[in-house]
């Protein structure tokens, strides 16, 4: 949705210049490539990096990232403009807005500069407490990196998978207390679940084996209903080392390649390094709240495949935001050679706010809807990519740019 959001704000800017339709629509597709095309090629790289240097779920994940871009780019590029085009063609009259956000976000003067003292701040306290979080009590493991025992049971009646869930979460319980939520699916028939636990998983022995069977029964009698256990097996890691390795190696490469490639557009490093800054603080809260919040959280906080899609979507949505604000700040250099630098870029900040908010809510919308209807095997990632998504937004204003911002500002008074 990100690209289809940067052309309607820019027809939109352009439409309030006092341009007409036709010439907006065909000014705000030329004027948003640039956006487009830098927030796009970062997260391209990225995922050519991934591809060419990670294995197992992160090469999945790459070569959907490749081609969830070139398609949506197509898509946002060429598709709706021929919507537009045959549009007026038609005559038919278009609107980039209703009559309550047909003024929003005009005007803004919002001193995001002035006050960037304040978010350091609280974002050093976040930061701090993941990192300290992540010291002491870790991340909660995943059958994929830990393995497990998979049962296979049967109901007299259908179940609801996250009523098993929660009934197994409750006899499931490590000796400090943690609760360890199994995965619960739907197999076959609505009858039937097949429940994956890590419960006891570095234990060995027949008598655990009979252990964790017995408390798997206990957890399944509150279910209230007659059922049977077809069969159990354990389960082996499926996240190797050398699948560990090659994804800490790739995403380290890909930053390089990010770095790069930004300095290259924007020619100045500070801006390279603003990016990354605000990527590692997205990163680090993400892990650091699955770190505070598992065991305690009503759902599943475990670190599987589908965390590591998340941290890198996370990962590629930071960089998009934080690179179309980047480019509008180079934008209004070109434009306003007069303005003060602080001026410049605090105007950039409040003109791509209205940009900013509406791919976040939509995003938004989507993730909330599915964390909420969605099975619950997926809200463990659904929740990291909101985590990730509000985070990722804030970074963009308040963390990316003010620190690309004072690290010019620094070096220009030393060469003063």
Do not use: C
């Amino acid at each position: 949705v990100d690209a289809n959001v940067l052309i309607f704000e820019r027809i939109r800017e352009e439409l309030a210049s006092g341009k007409g339709m036709r010439l907006a629509v065909a000014d705000g597709y030329k004027f948003a490539y640039s956006s487009i095309i830098d927030a796009n090629v970062t997260t391209l790289l990225t995922g050519f990096v991934l591809w060419y240097f990670g294995s197992g779920p992160v090469e999945g994940f790459a070569k959907t990232l490749v081609i969830g871009i070139f398609t949506s780019l197509f898509t946002a590029i060429f598709i709706t403009r021929l919507i537009f085009e045959w549009q007026l063609r038609k005559k038919e009259t278009l609107s980039f807005a209703t009559r309550w956000t047909d003024n929003a976000f005009k005007n803004l003067n919002i001193k995001f500069i002035m006050r960037r003292k304040s978010y350091y701040v609280l974002s050093s306290i976040i930061v701090i407490a993941g990192i300290a979080s992540l010291a002491i009590r870790g991340l909660d493991s995943g059958v994929d990196f830990t393995g497990g025992r998979s049962y296979l049971v049967r109901f007299d009646n259908p179940v609801k998978v996250d009523q098993v869930g929660s009934s197994l979460a409750k006899v499931f319980v490590t000796e400090d207390g943690l609760a360890q939520r199994p995965e619960v699916k739907t197999y076959g028939t609505s009858n039937q679940v097949k429940i994956t636990t890590k419960y006891l998983i570095e234990e060995t022995g027949s008598e655990i084996e009979d252990k964790v069977e017995a408390t798997l029964k206990t957890g399944l009698n509150e279910v209230g209903d007659n059922f049977e256990i077809m069969s159990s097996q354990l389960v082996e890691p499926t996240i190797a080392d050398d699948i560990k390795q090659s994804a800490i190696w790739s995403v380290l490469f890909s930053l390089i390649v990010i770095f790069l490639y930004i300095l290259l557009r924007f020619r100045k490093w500070q801006y390279g390094l603003g990016a990354l800054l605000a990527m590692f603080h997205d990163v680090m809260v993400v892990l650091g709240i699955f770190s505070i919040f598992y065991g305690i959280a009503p759902w599943s906080m475990e670190i599987d495949q589908a965390f590591i899609a998340a941290i890198l979507t996370v990962i590629g949505y930071s960089l998009n935001d934080t690179v179309v604000v980047f480019d509008r700040i180079r934008e209004f250099l070109n434009e306003h050679t007069s303005w003060e630098f602080d001026k410049t870029v605090n105007t950039a900040l409040n003109s791509t706010l209205s940009r900013t908010l509406n791919t976040s809510l939509t995003t938004l919308v989507v993730l909330l809807a599915m964390f909420i209807f969605g099975a619950e095997s997926l809200r463990g990632l659904l929740f990291a990519l909101i985590v990730g998504v509000i985070v990722g937004t804030y970074s963009s204003v308040f963390i990316a740019t003010p620190v690309m911002r004072d690290t010019i500002n620094r070096l220009d008074k030393k060469k003063k």
